[in-house]
């Protein structure tokens, strides 16, 4: 019931819902994140989000992880003439369109910062603490 859904998910606050975690999570993510406010400051973060979870947004992120998605599957459907164990191709699929949606065209494989393979490492670092 989807209308129940929602009033259990609005329900925020010190006498209501409170999300639960992993426990490295408070660790990983930082006291500051989302995810431990409650009150008002939940309330104005969530605010400043509301634009990330529009159609129009999330229609954008959708195109950008076609197009991810679709290379990797000519990649193995090139490479792979026999039957391959996927779990890593996933990953790095899926690593690619994380990178694509939440950073965009602002990530390069040259030597720096904002570098891919940098980005990649630290995504999976984040990954598993949470394991």
Same mark, same amino acid.
């Given at each position: 019931n989807s209308a129940l859904v929602r009033r259990a998910l609005m329900n925020v606050g010190s006498d209501g819902f409170m999300f639960v975690l992993h426990p490295n999570g408070r660790k990983i993510l930082g006291p500051e994140t989302i995810t431990f406010q409650i009150g008002e400051t939940?309330?104005?973060?969530r605010k400043s989000f509301v634009t990330l979870f529009t159609r129009k947004a999330l229609s954008r992120y &959708?195109?950008?992880q076609?197009?991810?998605i679709r290379k990797h599957i000519n990649m193995w459907l090139e490479k792979e003439k026999e039957p391959f164990e996927i779990r890593y191709h996933i990953r790095a699929m899926n690593l690619e369109t994380s990178q694509s949606v939440f950073v965009?065209?602002? &990530?390069s494989d040259a030597p720096g910062i904002l570098n891919r393979t940098?980005?990649?490492e630290n995504y999976i670092a984040l990954t598993n603490g949470f394991m």
């Open positions: 939940h309330k104005l973060m &959708l195109e950008s076609e197009v991810v965009g065209p602002y &990530l940098a980005f990649g």
